[in-house]
């Protein structure tokens, strides 16, 4: 009698399940931040072939998927992975290097890069950005990728070397699942509190930065780029050099294009300059960081005139209802937390002089996620928890939306699923 209600359960297990689809992962008892365009918060979702094929409640979800794979998330937090729009990640990789290693060989570096890419999915990113990339660089990543050494994506922003031009640039853009080569990059000046960017007005010492790149020579590679198909990134930190690749961009693209030309590292801008990134359909890319690392030297380098025009993220954002959020690393600690975290901290009372121009967390979050999405060209397959996406995602005990502010850069990733794939589990480390 025992053996025959056996076999009476698992026959009716097996007719439930010819009911429902089958999926590789569901997980469940979780508060998912899709930011979609409604910024839906789900509980569960189904996952197949390394997409998201469901993203709903508890109960539809049982209803209509079984798996050999669930994940019970006890109530915590799933948001889609970072996106990294700025950094110059081979830089990073190749300075975890033993400082007594001196020259680095070939299988060095890839060490390094797997090192590298081990800390981004501890930090909860998935696609990292290479600006100022070289031809050899490119390679060495695409190499790795094409033997599944490398899982990490990377939006490759090339140097407008000329090898680059050679073998990328002069061709059609290039890209495979994991490497997008579609971008050139050029840098017009440098650091703010360096007193190297370019200003329209010079610094209280009366000196001013200079140009790193003629408007002429700027003008010739975005016009290369353009006619081969290539997204132009410039970085441009001081209002002057802003004003230089924004009028650049003018004189190339049509109104309202799709080309999504991007004006990097933005730190200072005049106002009458912003409209240039409405017109022309421009992303800007800030790096919030540089606010922390700078607001302390701004009084003695700038006029109260000049300062209301620095890291000016609301009026920024208020042209295009978007904006880019870069790490830069090496130079800042790989840490998406504590760069969305400067995003939305101005301590107004050390600058009086500033209107409160931060980033609400929810912006801060798009920003490095639907709309860094967005800027690579990818928002089809990365940068929300929806239907038909990448199932890359992170999982946290915090809300990163609700949290109070000055505890977000401490906080740690659970753990990370690219295609989902758990690629990061806090138990077990790096």
């Known amino acids: 009698m025992k053996r025959i209600l056996i076999l009476i359960a698992v026959a009716v297990m097996l007719a439930g399940c010819q009911h429902k689809e089958h999926a590789d992962l569901i997980i469940h008892n979780a508060k998912i931040y899709s930011v979609n365009n409604n910024f839906s918060v789900m509980q569960s979702a189904a996952i197949c072939d390394g997409r998201f094929v469901a993203v709903s409640s508890d109960a539809i979800i049982k209803a209509r998927y079984y798996s050999d794979n669930v994940v019970d998330m006890q109530g915590k937090y799933v948001f889609p992975a970072f996106i990294d729009s700025h950094s110059r990640f081979l830089d990073y990789a190749f300075s975890l290097a033993d400082s007594a290693q001196g020259q680095l060989s070939e299988s060095q570096k890839a060490e390094l890069l797997k090192k590298a890419e081990k800390r981004c999915f501890s930090m909860g990113i998935s696609t990292v950005t290479d600006f100022g990339a070289s031809y050899n660089n490119v390679k060495l990543i695409d190499s790795l990728q094409q ?14 070397s000329a090898e680059n031009i050679s073998h990328y640039i002069s061709r059609m853009p290039y890209h495979t699942n994991k490497l997008k080569v579609i971008s050139v990059g ?12 370019v200003l329209l007005s010079p610094y209280t010492d009366n000196t001013n930065g200079r140009l790193l790149a003629s408007a002429d020579s700027l003008e010739r590679i975005c016009s290369m780029a353009y006619n081969n198909g290539f997204q132009m990134c410039v970085g441009c930190v001081g209002d002057s050099a802003a004003r230089v690749a924004l009028k650049t961009f003018a004189n190339i693209l049509p109104r309202k294009n799709s080309a999504r030309w991007r004006v990097e590292n933005l730190q200072m801008t005049s106002k009458r300059d912003l409209r240039f990134i409405s017109h022309y359909n421009i992303l800007p890319m800030v790096i919030p960081a540089s606010y922390a690392n700078t607001r302390e030297k701004l009084p003695s380098i700038l006029s109260k005139k000049q300062i209301r025009e620095t890291f000016a993220w609301k009026k920024i954002l208020g042209q295009n209802q978007g904006i880019l959020c870069g790490i830069n690393a090496p130079d800042e600690p790989i840490n998406p937390m504590r760069t969305m975290y400067s995003a939305m901290r101005q301590e107004k009372q050390k600058l009086r002089n500033k209107q409160g121009q931060e980033m609400t967390s929810v912006q801060a979050l798009k920003a490095m996620t639907i709309w860094a999405a967005y800027a690579q060209f990818d928002e089809e397959n990365k940068g929300s928890i ?41 138990t077990q480390g790096e």
């Open 186 to 197: 050029v840098n017009l000046d440098g650091g703010l509190a360096s007193q190297e960017a």
């Open 147 to 160: 033997k599944g050494e490398l899982m990490l994506s990377v939006y490759a922003v090339l140097e407008p």
């Open 386 to 426: 929806e239907v038909g996406k990448n199932a890359d995602f992170i999982v946290t005990n915090e809300n990163l939306t609700t949290m109070y502010k000055p505890y977000l850069p401490d906080v740690k990733i659970v753990s990370t699923y690219l295609c989902g794939q758990k690629v990061y589990d806090i």
